[in-house]
Each structure stands twice: as structure tokens, then as C-alpha cells.
């Protein structure tokens, strides 16, 4: 890629490099980090950041309220969100994709109920589902990302749908049909790799939307449970000492808009790279 | 009309009898009920008793047949905790909800499409580029985390605002701010990319062409062309904007339904909880029906597709 390429979609860049920063961090967490994340070290406990002036080079962005190394949590915090954000998308995405395929393939009878479920689907607010389901489930990682991918697929569906429902019309799939092969071949082999562009990029995007869906529960305390660092659990843990210590909850916030930010930044780049006539 | 009309109440009454289904059955199939209430050391008998008290042990289709029933008489049992009916509790929440989301959505359209038309206006400058920057943080945002830090500078640092409930203006505006802020970025992208469509159409150029002031080229030709988009798409957004009610609420102690869904949930009071989640879901439907209505007859290549 030439330069004055790289610059034209320097805001995807930076969403690369910001990905790349945050995985990478998550996936060596236990080189990176200077501390064991569950290590309790009572007497520094709420320790404040380093810029603060009590703050201490042991502890860069302090302790929280039972002496745990606020950085180090933050490290791996980032393999919870990250997981639950990948693996929820992919499990919503398989789904929503089989729905939308089958409905703008077949149309009719199929396509009306499928289309029915997206829009009842639709209509209720994600978060309220996904918080039930939780709640009478039980919270646990396994939980979460099965909640979040169940709910999450009606988008998926929607966009396929749409465009496969174009495809079909278009000569080279009624010549596909001409040749014989049948309805699966030419689903799988002729329709969706025209989609895959598009489905990059909706997923790109939605792996941001489930990890800010993933802390709000885990703020909540819906979420992974303790101890296992979370950056929506560590933001929920920080509400409660907001007025006397409040970086415990700006860094957790901060570090789940910056990853998301990157992400999203990462999407609108593919998209532009992917689909130039759009713009 | 009439058959548009119509055809979107059909579809507006699928949608309500499926939205039924699924909240009986999130709290009835994703778990048991009955060893949410009870405690650990509760004995088996005591779960049968609750059990046949509350109707649990009849056959599934028996039991989605009562609610539907009580559905239609706008019976939906009472909540388990404070034993009053359940719908009541759920609409002495309703106009804090409104309040809020009216409000949000209020700031929200006064701030991002402004912003979206200066931004395709003055299309590639600084300005644009300022625009969409603040566009995507505000996307990227979690906007329980940014009522937090508004709390932290305005309610704890500064003590200007109070940092939660409902009363005075002064209460309203942090939570507003916070919901307005959820749904300004993708509106203000939207009013930006349907402004640049069509401000390249050709009916712009033949107005600027016979010498039409810019100021009505913008306003009357271009924006109040992309106004129809825009507004379907707010629409659109209104269900996405009561969710982020559920999050506002909640950071700020506001009394509306999504706080109140949130605690029922969390205390297992199943009738509350599936009378505030209906009611949200109804909500969007109708909301969504009224803007297909009001589209289909601002727009009449719409009612006839």
C-alpha cells in the first residue's frame, strides 16, 4: 500500500494500531503486566495514580479498594471484553446470516416469517432481553456471550437479507440455475461470497457495540463475575468510591471507549476500503 | 393510504402477538421462576406450594394462555414484591420515561443536525473533519461511563447539578445530556450523508443555476428533501434510544420504566418485569408505526412501493 494510500485512510490506521495495541496487551497479559491482577496488597490499598502526588511508580495507575493493581486488572480485563466481544459477534453473525440468506433466497412464506422474527426482534430494547435472559440464566462468561449472541443476530439478518434478495435477481446466479447446480451450491458458493464485504464490516462494528453491551451488564454485576477482572465490572466496583476516589471509574470507561473507538475507527476504514462507492 | 395503512397495522399486530410470545417465554423457559424466588435452603415442598400458588405447574401452553388472557384485559399479575398490579406500578413510570427520552431526543436533534448540515456543507474543510471526529467518539462512547463522568464534574467537583432523581429542571438535565448523546452522533452522520446525496442532484444546480439564494437552496430544495430520511431514521432509532433510557435511568436514579424493568429483573419479580418489558417493546412498535404512517404520507412514493 502506497503512502498517500495509508494516508487517505489514516483514521482506519490508527483503529488498526489501537486493535492491535489492545490484543496484544490482552493476549500477553501475564509478560506485560507488573502485577498478579488478583494480588491483594491491603495496607497500599487506593493507592491514587501516579500524577497524583501520593501516587507511586509501583502502582502507575494506582490500587483499588482491596489493594489490586488498577493497571494490571485493566491488562487483563481487556482478554474479558475483547473474548465475550469476538465470540458473541460470531455466534450472532452465523445465525443472522443463515436467517437472512434462507429468507432472501427463498422469499414467500419463509421470508415473511423470518422477516416477522427480525422485526419483533427489533422492536424490543436489545439491552432489557439480554439483562432477563442473564438474570435467569445466572451470570458467567459462558452465559453472557450465548445471551449477547442470540440477541444480537436481527441486524445480520436484515442486511443479507436485503442484499441477497438483489443478488438473486442479477444474471449470474439465474445462470448458475441454468447450469443445474442447486439451491445450497449456489447460496453458498455464488451468493455469499458477494456478501462478505459487507458482513466484515457490520461485524467489525459490532464487536465494539457487544463489548459496550458486555460492560454495562458487568456493571451491573450481570456480567463475568469477580474476581475476574472485567473493565464494566471494575467501572461498577469504582461507582461506589466515585466521590472520594474517581479514577477507579474513568480508567475502566476509559479504556472500553478507547478500544471500542479503535474498532469503530477500524470499520468506517474497512468500509471505505472495501466499498468505495459509497462515498 | 388506506391499504399502506392497513398493511403496516397487520404488520404492527404480528409483531405485538410475537413480542408476547417471547417475553413469556424468556422468563419462563430460560429458567425457573420458582428457584429464582425461593432461598437456598428452602425445602422441596415449599417450591411445589409456590409452585401451584403462582400457576407454574401447569403445561407451558396453558400458562401462555392465561397471560395472553390477562394481556387482554390488561391483567398482568402483581408484582411479587411490593403485591400491587403490575401494569399500575409500570405507568406511574411512564412519564418520567417520556420526559427523559423526549428531552434526549430534543437535544439531541438541536445539537447533531445543525452539525450535519454545516458538515456537508462545508464538505472536506476542518470544520467536517471536526464534525465527524466528535461523531465517532460520541459512537464509541459507553454512555453509562459518560453519565458517571458527568456526575464525578458537575454533581461532585463542581456541585452545580444534583447527581440523580427526578424533580426540578435542574435533575433533567445531566440524564438528558447523557441519553441526548447516545443518539446525536449517528443522527448528525445520517443528516450529513443525506445532505451530501442531495445536494448532488440535479434540481440543486438547476436552483443555484437560475440564481435561487443559497440560503433557500439549503433550506427549502435540500434540506427539507433529506428531512423525510432523516426523520425514518430517528424513528428507526427510537428503539435504540429507549435502551439507552434503561442505561440513563439507572446511572441516575431516574424513576422511569427502564429503571424500574432493571430492578425487577434483578429481583426476579417476573410479573413487573415482563409488564415494563411489554410495555417498552409496545412502545417502540407504536412509535415505529406512527413514523411509517406519518412517512408514507409525507412521502408518497413510499405507500405506493
New interface residues.
Given amino acids: 500500500m502506497s503512502l498517500q494510500k495509508l494516508w487517505k485512510f489514516r ?1 482506519g490506521v490508527l483503529g488498526l494500531l489501537i486493535v492491535a495495541a489492545v490484543s496484544g496487551l490482552a493476549t500477553f497479559a501475564g509478560t506485560v503486566s507488573q502485577h498478579d491482577p488478583y494480588d491483594q496488597e491491603i495496607a497500599k490499598r487506593l493507592t491514587p495514580p501516579v500524577w497524583d502526588e501520593r501516587g507511586s511508580s509501583a502502582h502507575p495507575l494506582g490500587t483499588d479498594p482491596v489493594g489490586r493493581d488498577v493497571l494490571s486488572r485493566l491488562i487483563y480485563g481487556g482478554r474479558v471484553s475483547l473474548a465475550t466481544g469476538v465470540v458473541s459477534v460470531l455466534i450472532a453473525a452465523v445465525i443472522g446470516i443463515a436467517l437472512g440468506l434462507l429468507g432472501g433466497y427463498y422469499g414467500g412464506n419463509v421470508d415473511s416469517v423470518i422477516n ?2 427480525v ?11 439480554a ?3 442473564i ?4 451470570p458467567s462468561f459462558r452465559n453472557l456471550v450465548i445471551v449477547l449472541g442470540i440477541t444480537g443476530w436481527p441486524i445480520y439478518t436484515r442486511i443479507v437479507r436485503a442484499e441477497t434478495y438483489q443478488l438473486k435477481a442479477l444474471e449470474f446466479v439465474t445462470a448458475a440455475r441454468a447450469m443445474g447446480f442447486s439451491s445450497l451450491t449456489i447460496i453458498t458458493k455464488h451468493i455469499f461470497p458477494n456478501l462478505i464485504n459487507t458482513i466484515i464490516v457490520t461485524s467489525s462494528l459490532e464487536v ?1 457495540r457487544m463489548i ?1 453491551q458486555e ?2 451488564l458487568s ?2 454485576g ?1 456480567g463475568v463475575q469477580p474476581p475476574t477482572p472485567s473493565w464494566g465490572g471494575m ?1 461498577g466496583e469504582g ?1 461506589t468510591y ?2 472520594t476516589h ?1 479514577w477507579l ?2 480508567l475502566p ?1 476509559l479504556a ?2 478507547v478500544t ?2 479503535g ?3 477500524l470499520g ?1 476504514g474497512l468500509r471505505d476500503l472495501l466499498d468505495p462507492h459509497q462515498y | 393510504m388506506t391499504t399502506y395503512v392497513l398493511k403496516r397495522l397487520a404488520e404492527a399486530v404480528i409483531v405485538c402477538v410475537g413480542i408476547s410470545v417471547i417475553t413469556f417465554l424468556l422468563l419462563h423457559v430460560a429458567g425457573d421462576p420458582v428457584q429464582l424466588l425461593l432461598s437456598i435452603e428452602s425445602k422441596a415442598e415449599d417450591a411445589k406450594i409456590l409452585r401451584q400458588a403462582l400457576g407454574l405447574d401447569r403445561p407451558l401452553y396453558v400458562q401462555y394462555g392465561i397471560f395472553l388472557k390477562g394481556l387482554l384485559r390488561l391483567d398482568f399479575g402483581n408484582s411479587l414484591f411490593i403485591r400491587e398490579p403490575a401494569l399500575a406500578l409500570v405507568l406511574e413510570r411512564i412519564p418520567a420515561t417520556i420526559q427523559l427520552t423526549v428531552a434526549g431526543m430534543v437535544l439531541a436533534i438541536l445539537i447533531s443536525i445543525p452539525l450535519g448540515v454545516i458538515a456537508a456543507v462545508r464538505r472536506y474543510t476542518l470544520l467536517d473533519n471536526l464534525c465527524t471526529m466528535l461523531a465517532v467518539s460520541g459512537q464509541a462512547m459507553p454512555i453509562f461511563w459518560l453519565g458517571l463522568m458527568l456526575i464525578i464534574l458537575f454533581a461532585v467537583k463542581w456541585h452545580v447539578l444534583p447527581a440523580s432523581g427526578r424533580g426540578t429542571p435542574l435533575h433533567l438535565l445531566m440524564p438528558a445530556a447523557t441519553l441526548g448523546a447516545s443518539l446525536a452522533p449517528i443522527t448528525m452522520r445520517m443528516t450529513r450523508s443525506k445532505m451530501l446525496d442531495i445536494l448532488s442532484e440535479d434540481y440543486i444546480r438547476t436552483a443555484r443555476a437560475k440564481g435561487v439564494h443559497e440560503r433557500l437552496v439549503l433550506f427549502r430544495h435540500a434540506f427539507l428533501n433529506a428531512s423525510i430520511p432523516i426523520v425514518t431514521i430517528l424513528g428507526l432509532q427510537f428503539g435504540r434510544l429507549l435502551g439507552g433510557a434503561i442505561v440513563t435511568e439507572t446511572v441516575f436514579a431516574w424513576p422511569g420504566i427502564g429503571s424500574l424493568a432493571v430492578s425487577a429483573i434483578r429481583n426476579f419479580d417476573y410479573p413487573l418485569a415482563q409488564a415494563a418489558i411489554l410495555m417498552m417493546a409496545l412502545i417502540v412498535v407504536l412509535v415505529n408505526l406512527s413514523v411509517d404512517i406519518a412517512v408514507g404520507y409525507l412521502d408518497p412514493r413510499i405507500r405506493f412501493d
Fill in positions: 483514521a416477522n422474527l422485526n419483533v426482534m427489533m422492536a424490543f430494547p436489545f439491552m432489557l432481553l439483562l432477563t435472559a438474570a435467569v440464566m445466572g465494539a459496550i460492560s454495562f456493571f451491573l450481570l467501572l461507582r466515585m466521590l474517581p471509574a474513568t470507561g472500553i471507549f471500542t473507538l474498532i469503530n475507527l468506517d
